[in-house]
């Protein structure tokens, strides 16, 4: 196997994979969908480059190993961008829940405020009538 025929495979392969771990998370609601769709163009990008891109004559510049190696590389910087993408997911998706939380809260404070202060107000009525 040559060394652009690897590349390509490497690259469909990674494509598939990005895909699928993409529509997992979108299921599982590990990902909002806005970070889910940047990752899928991603993952089709991956593999419309595999299929379209030819790279004749890499085999000069780079060794099968060296590629090998670089493969690995992007294989670790993929998969870190992508657990950041999750994590910034979830962080989101729990800041809007607190947001929610925050604004049911402050509501219940306005209405116990209010209740307050109309039996106060009775009170006072009852102390000046008695």
Request: net charge positive.
């Amino acid at each position: 196997m040559t060394t652009g025929v690897l590349l390509r495979v490497f690259m469909i392969i990674i494509g598939m994979m990005l895909l699928g771990a993409t529509v997992s998370s979108l299921a599982k609601r590990k990902m909002t969908e806005n970070v889910c769709l940047a990752w899928g163009v991603v993952s089709v990008v991956f593999i419309l480059a595999g299929i379209l891109l030819h790279p004749y004559g890499i085999s000069q510049y780079i060794s099968v190993t060296g590629l090998v190696l670089i493969m690995i590389i992007g294989v670790v910087v993929l998969q870190g961008a992508f657990v950041i993408s999750a994590k910034i997911s979830e962080l989101a998706r729990k800041n809007h829940e607190l947001a929610l939380q925050v604004s049911m809260l402050n509501y219940e404070n306005r209405d116990i405020l209010a209740r307050v202060e109309k039996l106060e107000a009775e009170k006072r009525e009852e102390k000046q009538i008695g």
